[in-house]
């Protein structure tokens, strides 16, 4: 068990200077000043595949995307109610982020569950990029306090309220993990490690299925779903 | 008669609560694990947690902003008859859904599995899901609804009697493992197990497991209770926290439910209701009362029954 004290807790800004990114370790807690936008699968599919044009001024708008759909809705009156904010798991968007980088200028990508080392070598680091995950994953409720206003929806009659753009001002918003640093290392990498050490452990006394499954592994140091 | 505006009116509280107030036997069993966390960045994250479950109910916003796929459990007393009926019944459920995801506000999470339509009203073809218990006696119905969240947790696999607990308990920990890296469970969680039945009613069972039993009750079976404790412990003893962080909070409570099987299989399903464990319940009686509680109490000896007929105990038979 590491016991490094307690976590460091930074205020950053959404659109960071380098030299801010590059005092962050991974394993610090972050909360965010200033605009946020939400990108998914369909956003990355209509920027990306169908070549539609972004309809925010990237990155000088905000370099921070969440993987997010909010509880929220538009009210009649154009106005928004947004409830509570989570993100959603981010590996899963690991065929366009590199597209996305060059094409948004990000240099925080929000999310949950962080993503792959590769992505990290590949795409973040070249972009001076890192990653931020959402803590718990639950934290809905703390993440909407940090919600000042909804500065814009876009794409909501193409893509539905979950897929579209929320474009959303913030004020000590998070918390935030930092999973990604500059260099590319993840937090997650590292505590995945050090639990496979110890596995074997909790595993003693079981037994293998007696009939095995296409593709199965009892290496656990695999990532599966 | 069992007024269907009152049943439409008790769903929509339902679906607020169950979005914003964590239930209580959850929000103790956090605390204790809590307590217990000594990984510097799990404790972190269930503190934070602790946090969020109270700025939800401060501002009345939904504790997660993956809200879930809100569905309902309908137990009713066999002396029950409600206003129009089951079709009345079931079209208040769906409305109390829809106007509930526009109010709390709720993420409009339901979309069609391969259009990606979505109504951003939680309603479309089989949701919300409407399942349905009876139970002898009884001028009432129980409605309860459950937002499970989460993609991740879940699993089902097909063991053989030669497998055994030992090999009950490897597939156990795979899920754990697996699902659990990266906190993408959102453990701790209440793992619900289903053992035997078939396919499908394993996956019931286990769900059911999960979602509709409460944290620190135990399996009638003293035996069941016992293994419900020892995968309680073997889970939070794999070094892995929340959020597949170094620690040991995995498991805040486990549930385990049977079903009788074909003689010749063991099916096996594990189920994570997540750190937002959302569940509301609501008995709406005759007369027009109304009790909320968060304990579904949905497994009554009735519900786990293993003879040809029930016989009403000796103690009941006076009330029913």
């Known amino acids: 068990m590491e016991h490094s004290g307690k976590p460091n807790k930074i205020r950053l800004s959404t659109n960071p200077t380098n030299e801010a990114l590059s005092k962050l370790k991974i394993g610090d807690i972050v909360y965010l000043d200033g605009v946020v936008y939400t990108g998914r699968e369909g956003v990355y599919m209509r920027a990306i595949e169908d070549g539609e044009p972004i309809p925010m001024d990237l990155p000088a708008e905000s370099a921070a995307n969440f993987h997010c759909s909010p509880a929220a809705v538009q009210n009649e009156d154009g106005s928004f109610n947004m409830g509570a904010v989570t993100a959603t798991a981010s590996f899963r968007f690991s065929k366009w982020i590199g597209a996305w980088f060059k094409m948004s200028g990000a240099k925080l990508i929000l999310g949950k569950g962080g993503m792959s080392p590769e992505d990290y070598k590949k795409h973040f680091v070249p972009n001076g990029a890192i990653y931020l995950t959402t803590v718990g994953y639950g934290t809905g409720a703390l993440l909407g306090r940090g919600v000042k206003q909804v500065r814009a929806l876009h794409w909501r009659k193409e893509l539905g309220l979950a897929q579209a753009i929320w474009v959303i001002e913030v004020e000590n918003f998070g918390p935030f993990i930092v999973e990604s640093d500059l260099e590319g290392n993840s937090l997650f990498e590292r505590e995945n490690a050090k639990i496979a050490e110890n596995l074997s452990k909790a595993y003693e006394g079981t037994r293998p299925a007696v009939l095995k499954r296409f593709g199965e592994t009892d290496d656990r140091k695999d990532e599966l779903i | ?320």
């Open chain 2, 1 to 320: 008669m069992i007024s269907i505006d009152l049943i439409q009116q008790t769903a929509e509280t339902l679906m607020d609560k169950a979005a914003i107030e964590i239930p209580d036997d959850y929000l103790d069993g956090l605390k204790k694990t809590a307590s217990q966390e000594d990984g510097d960045l799990s404790s972190f994250v269930l503190q934070a947690m602790l946090e969020n479950y109270q700025a939800a109910k401060e501002d009345r916003r939904a504790m997660c902003g993956d809200t879930g796929c809100p569905r309902w459990y309908v137990k009713m007393g066999n002396e029950a008859q409600i206003e129009g009926g089951a079709i009345a019944l079931e079209a208040a459920l769906r409305r109390a859904t829809a106007n509930a995801t526009n109010g709390v506000p709720l993420r409009p999470n339901r979309v069609h599995p391969l259009w990606r339509t979505d109504h951003d009203n939680n309603v479309g073809i089989g949701a919300p899901e409407i399942e349905y218990g009876f139970e002898p006696g009884g001028d009432w119905v129980d409605l309860i609804t459950v937002h499970k969240g989460g993609l991740f947790g879940t699993d089902y696999r097909m063991l053989f009697p030669s497998d055994g607990i030992e090999g009950i308990k490897r597939f156990y920990l795979d899920c754990l493992v697996a699902f659990g890296k990266r906190g993408l469970a959102c453990q701790p969680a209440i793992i619900g197990i289903g053992l035997g039945g078939s396919k499908d009613t394993c996956m019931v069972l286990g769900k059911r497991a999960a979602c509709l039993r409460v944290v620190g009750d135990k399996n009638p079976d003293p035996k069941i209770a016992a293994l419900e404790d020892e995968f309680k412990e073997l889970g939070n003893s794999i070094g892995m926290g929340a959020m597949g962080f170094v620690g040991k909070s995995m498991v805040i409570d486990c549930n385990i439910e049977v079903g009788y099987c074909h003689t010749g299989g063991m099916q096996m399903s594990v189920h994570a209701f997540c750190l937002s464990s959302r569940r509301a319940v609501a008995r709406v009686f005759g007369d027009g009362r109304v009790e909320y509680r968060t304990d579904p109490d949905w497994f009554t000896d009735y519900q786990r029954r293993d003879t040809v007929e029930w016989n009403i105990p000796e103690n009941q038979t006076k009330s029913a």
